[in-house]
């Protein structure tokens, strides 16, 4: 039985501790030579015990080693290995500091391991636009230090000293965040190197304004794609003053429920915290035996405060009156920096204080989010289960943004214990996902939590009923005047035809795994907003039908390129609430978003899929009621570096529910990881 067990938990926890080859198999001695040239032989490894060390990260996933390590020295080096590898099918893995905690540097198909931490300057300080521009391999500590005489500051702070453009490419967050935000808040640009080797600035070269409104948010859509995208190779960041004065404190409680509610009502009450974290009984007797604190064993916050002398006093004395209130006690202020910074520490050291419990063992964290006014509830039922399960475990989380952990200790021999923890921590994430919270609020996806996501986001439908997509250049235009008979031709032309020649048989990129499987392509579809020159509206039809009857030619050339008076109405009923100037066309997902992450076959590289749509859009939008038609968008396509395409043409695309639809394609991305990109 318990041989049994061991084989049944071994894929839920593969403990690093053994160390398995990809499937890839070893790289051949010309592509090794060929890696070489491109960064020189010092900077290219594939000894074991270095791929090994690539292999793995502090999460409890076991080590899948790369089949080779390189470390170039400069982006034009990196375009050149991206560019390599693509040519070749083989995986790229971005690696940088390994202190992720979710596997998103495991090789799963072997590959090769990009250590971007040899690019480690930073480029570029502007001190009164209150941004900086760095290279991948800085990590937080570094840039702060860097900092320490300019009156500015870096404020996320994961714990970790990780880079930074890794702390991008995770969505990282921390101590910080209900006062500054996340990674998220505080990316300006980003240089990216997408797989092809064609280098990409998501605002722009150079540009690092604090807000726009030209074209798509394209720095958000590669803030947390984990490696899935591209190569982050500079980032610009948001900078922060540093504050005139810190205060920091903690305050013990009778029970979670005190602690918790006290968290909500400091909020509530607009105090300004910087930073408010939970940790619970368990927790901050383990902090006190490895930290050598002295705090009251009991649920406990500690507390961050910055301002002028002036305001922090008012914040002090509102927050005691609230803590008090909810039967707060032995409320300890720390304002000297020294102090501050013991408290701290014992804070970012509490994975390993919870770990020094029960020495030999392994921890797996938890890693949930829900709205703040769940918070109380979903707290103290966990505490409950927790102590029910018999697991040894702590608490401990960002309680200001409703994110928290539970640091769960197992012994890696024991797989029923190993299948309690899963068992426990999937319990949870679906308890989060019940109170509308996430499954990860700053870990992410990783190799473990991709039924989750999949849980979170919703799953595509299964019967195949999607509306069938309309032939490319297949508009629908409402009430216009003229017919575009440019239009068609010069979205086909450009677009080219459907890789496969049918729907949903999209060959894969040669020798790497495609992200989606045919079905999967097929079902994944956004939808695109088409603008027009007219209010008129008629009524609507099926659009499934009128694509049908355009590749069956029933209709006419010209009626198939514009569809006058004929709008293509896929969203049923949901199209009442829409201006009657919109009409919308269905397009293939991964042809339109995803083109430039993973290319077709027979595309060459730096000429992806993405990089045609984005042109053949733009060249349409130029024909059509150019009296109407927004410029952002072409603004856009300069500002990113992309071509603009020719001068005819016109249809405006936007990601109305990007959001949802891109999730739900990244879900599917998830699930088929077989392309090894970290």
Partial sequence: MACLLRAATWR?????????????GELSKG???????????????????????????????????????VWPQNVEQVSQLAALCYDQGVPIIPFGTGTGLEGGVCAVQGGVCVNLTHMDRILQLNLEDF?????????RKALNTHLRDSGLWFPVDPGADASLCGMVATGASGTNAVRYGTMRDNVLNLEVVLPGGRLLHTAGPGRHFRKSAAGYNLTGLFVGSEGTLGLITAATLRLHPVPEATVAATCAFPSIQAAVDSTVHILQAAVPVARIEFLDDAMIDACNRHSKLNCCVAPTLFLEFHGSEQALAEQVQRTEEITRHNG????????????????????????????????????????VCVPISRLPEILVQTKENLKASGLTGTIVGHVGDGNFHCILLADPEDPEELLKVMAFSKQLARHALAFHGTCTGEHGIGLGKRQLLQEEV?????????????????????????????????????????????????????????????????????????WTSSSTSTQPQDCG??????????????????????????LGPLSSSLPPTHSFTQWPAEEQLLGAAYPLAG???????????????????????????PRGWENSLAKVGLPQGPEKGTCIPTLGSLRAETQAIFTQQYLHRSAGWG
């Fill in 12 to 24: 839920l926890f593969p403990w690093r501790g053994y160390c398995s080859r990809g499937t890839q």
């Fill in 131 to 139: 941004s900086v521009l760095v290279e991948p391999g800085v990590t």
């Fill in 328 to 367: 707060g006690s032995h409320f300890s202020w720390a304002k000297e920096a020294e102090e501050r910074s013991r408290l701290w520490a014992a804070r970012h050291n509490a994975w390993y204080a919870a770990l020094a419990l029960r020495p030999g063992c392994k921890g797996y964290s938890t890693d």
């Fill in 603 to 629: 595309r060459a590289p730096g000429e992806t899929p993405l990089d045609r749509a984005l042109c053949s859009q733009t060249a349409r939008h130029r024909t059509s009621a150019p009296s109407r038609a």
């Fill in 31 to 69: 592509f090794v030579e060929a890696l070489k040239a491109v960064v020189g032989s010092p900077h290219v490894s594939t000894a074991a015990a270095v791929r090994e060390q690539h292999g793995r990260d502090e999460s409890f996933h076991r080590c899948q080693p790369p089949d080779a390590v």
């Fill in 545 to 570: 039908l009128q694509a049908q009857q355009a590749e069956e030619g029933v209709l006419s050339s010209e009626r198939a390129s514009c569809l006058q008076g004929l709008p293509c109405d896929p």
């Fill in 458 to 530: 919703g799953e595509p439908p299964a019967d195949g009923s999607e509306t069938r997509a309309p032939p490319l250049g297949l508009i629908s235009s409402l009430g216009a005047a003229e017919p575009s008979p440019a239009a068609s031709p010069a979205c086909a032309e450009q677009l080219g035809p459907p890789a496969g020649g049918q729907e949903g048989a999209v060959p894969p990129t040669p020798g790497l795994a495609a992200p989606f499987s045919g079905d999967l392509q097929a079902k994944g579809r956004l939808w695109y907003r088409v």
